[in-house]
């Protein structure tokens, strides 16, 4: 055990935030009051929680289309999330971005991207700019199992071993690239596998396991801030719903979706708090209260804001 | 004044700015140890070190990845990729990553970066090391695309593209990078969307982009002697473009006809002649005329090449049959 049952308890909190979070996102979406594609991370928050909880504030984190959980853990306001789902003036993109692009400069969430695999040689950027200049920092970029496959994985993890950047690759490997099965995508068991190529450390750890994740990527993040360059560490997971709000999963046999809602992220770390006396049926009411509370301070506020100005629109195209 | 070669100027432009400002950094293929398949960037790594002069796998994705990631970092990246057709594999970067985060992020990341690559057909390399493909990224909102016809242009714009804050695009034809002109010793810069009037004239108003300058000049030259004024304007960034030096110019002409090297279809010079269609229609004393080159790849043989390309004779076909 890394962690103490107090730091525990803090990322059982955060996961029920964003479950709560994603829950109500997904509510609006069915109602129509958000526009756009959404993709939600419910039954992955073990994944975002644990491997964002591994990194200092001045870390960069960069990651994909499905960021709500990473954005929340990283410390980014809920309202301004939120604000940036319903298109407000008031989101962290000022409604520029959406839910596939959302950005905090100060917390060092770097845009996320609509691109899959297009984050890893971007990372590469940022990390290589921290060593180049002796900052003490690191790079940690997620993505899922279907940027294993892309062109950007392997030139990024290959340029990043090369040169030994301060990187962390998290492959967020939930089995599914929207219809398609990992094991009808890559022709190797675990996506860790691919580090063997970059001669680089490679593990895979059991992604429903908030612990098992965040000691991992704290193992990572720690070489890397040592000088002693990147890893890959896939964190298998798996979706709770679909790929997108919309997505009825036809393709997914019954028994997996079965499994994923038996190893919920959130239930196996409260039977665990629950076990070790750390957590009561009080605390965990009181965490869910809190955790509604702020949602939906954050959809009034969402709802309250203005949309951007037409100018806006034209803004920030050059700097 | 002294004289030297575009290849030259882009080097002193790099070893300036890399000396004034440790943020600026290149990286690309074979660009260190060698100094650049052209030679462009020789001397570099000797003289900042392999930190600052990084020689890279042929990982194009990497390269501009880097770029990105450390320009938003606040560092000054110019990458070189080795021939303009290679932006084909690494496309998302220009595409979808540098020309996007700013906007998307409402302004929260800037990326000053530059991209380096050699361009330009008449080497005999066929259809992957030829085109010119500056109108692809001139239709991207976000990239500025820079095309320097001269070592003095070449040399203020790329001091001017590396201190700026946007992603670049600068494209060096490689028949020009031994071509030579005067060149102050003394520091200048050379903004961009300020055009450049390489030759005064009163009849016709040729706009011409790159090595095509140099046709084009010659062609006016030809054509002085047949009674013919011609100015020549070279816009020398194509994104953002001097409108109001074109549109000055055709005012006084009322001719005018463009040329390029690049396909005619989609090309720079359908872009400029609806500019002057929607802005100075009723200036024009006869059909805008585009000199470019036919809706096909480019050949191996030297005499396809050649015939399929503008030269001195089409652009003096073109210009007079617009004078009668
Ligand atoms: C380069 C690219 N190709 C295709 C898509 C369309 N697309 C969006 S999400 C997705 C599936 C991605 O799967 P994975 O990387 O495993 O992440 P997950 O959605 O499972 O979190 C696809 C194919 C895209 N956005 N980018």
Redesign the pocket.
């Known amino acids: 055990m890394v962690l103490s049952d107090t730091e525990l308890v803090e990322f059982y909190k955060t996961m029920i935030r964003i479950r709560l979070f994603e829950e109500k996102v997904q509510e609006l979406f069915r109602k129509g009051e958000l526009p756009g594609f959404l993709?939600l991370c419910m039954g992955q928050e073990a994944v975002a929680v644990g491997s964002t909880g591994a990194l200092l504030k001045d870390d960069m984190l960069l990651g994909?289309?499905?960021a709500h959980g990473h954005a929340i853990a990283k410390g980014i306001p809920m309202r301004k999330i939120m604000a940036e789902l319903f298109a407000k003036e008031s989101g962290c993109c000022k409604g520029k971005g959406g839910s596939m692009h959302l950005s905090d400069r100060d917390l060092c969430l770097f845009l996320t991207t609509?691109?899959?695999?297009?984050s890893i040689p971007i990372a590469d950027g940022i990390a290589f700019s921290f060593k180049l200049r002796g900052e003490n920092r690191v790079a940690v970029t997620v993505?899922?199992?279907?940027?294993n496959n892309?062109g950007a994985f392997h030139e990024g993890i290959n340029l990043a071993a090369l040169w030994k950047l301060p990187a962390v690759f998290v492959c967020?490997n939930?089995q599914?690239?929207?219809s398609t099965h990992v094991s009808r995508s890559t022709p190797i068991a675990n996506v860790s596998g691919r580090a063997k190529a970059y001669n680089i450390p490679g593990v895979t750890v059991d992604g429903q396991d908030v612990e098992a994740v965040y000691e991992a990527v704290k193992e990572a993040v720690d070489r890397a801030r040592d000088g002693n360059g990147p890893s890959l560490v896939e964190c298998k997971s798996a979706?709770l719903y679909g790929?997108y709000a919309a997505d009825s999963q036809s393709y997914r046999p019954k028994e997996d979706i079965e499994e994923a809602a038996r190893r919920d992220p959130i239930s196996l770390l409260k039977a665990r708090l629950m076990k070790s006396g750390a957590l009561k049926e009080g605390d965990d009411e009181m965490i869910r209260k809190d955790g509604v509370a702020e949602v939906e301070d954050a959809v009034r506020y969402a709802k309250e804001s203005p949309y951007p100005e037409p100018e806006e629109a034209l803004r920030d195209v050059y700097g | 004044m002294r004289e030297i070669n575009i290849s030259e100027a882009i080097r002193e432009a790099l070893g300036e700015e890399m000396a004034r400002d440790e943020n600026v950094f290149v990286l690309g293929e074979d660009i260190g140890l060698i100094g650049g398949d052209f030679g462009v960037t020789r001397g570099l790594m000797a003289r900042f070190g392999a930190d600052r002069v990084r020689d890279t796998p042929i990982s194009e994705s990497a390269i501009l990845g880097t770029a990105v990631g450390s320009a938003a970092m606040g560092l000054r990246p110019v990458a070189e990729i080795m021939f303009s057709d290679f932006l084909g594999v690494c496309m998302d970067m220009l595409l979808n990553q540098a020309s996007k985060i700013r906007y998307m992020s409402a302004g929260q990341w800037t990326l000053p970066m530059v991209v380096r690559t050699a361009t330009g057909a008449g080497t005999r390399s066929s259809s992957q090391h030829t085109q010119s493909l500056e109108a692809i990224f001139m239709h991207i909102p976000g990239l500025q695309v820079v095309m320097p016809s001269t070592a003095y242009d070449a040399k203020g714009l790329l001091k001017t593209a590396i201190r700026g804050n946007n992603p670049v695009l600068y494209l060096e034809h490689k028949l020009l990078y031994f071509v030579k002109n005067q060149v102050p010793e003394e520091e200048y810069l050379i903004p961009f969307g300020k055009a450049d009037i390489k030759r005064s004239g009163d009849d016709v108003t040729l706009i011409a982009t790159s090595l095509m300058v140099h046709r084009a000049l010659a062609a006016a030259d030809k054509l002085k002697g047949q009674g013919i004024s011609v100015e020549v304007i070279d816009p020398r960034t194509i994104a953002p473009l001097d409108k109001d030096t074109i549109l000055e110019s055709v005012k006084k002409t009322g001719r005018v006809v463009i040329v390029h090297e690049a396909w005619k279809k989609g090309g720079f010079g359908s872009e400029v002649a609806a500019i002057l269609a929607e802005e100075a229609f009723d200036y024009l004393d006869a059909p805008i005329k585009r000199v470019a080159t036919p809706d096909t790849p480019i050949p191996f043989c030297p005499i396809l090449e050649d015939s399929l390309l503008p030269d001195e004779e089409k652009i003096v076909r073109a210009v007079k049959e617009i004078s009668s």
């Open positions: 993709h994909g289309h499905r609509g691109i899959v695999g297009s993505f899922g199992d279907g940027a892309t967020d939930n599914y690239a929207i979706r790929s």
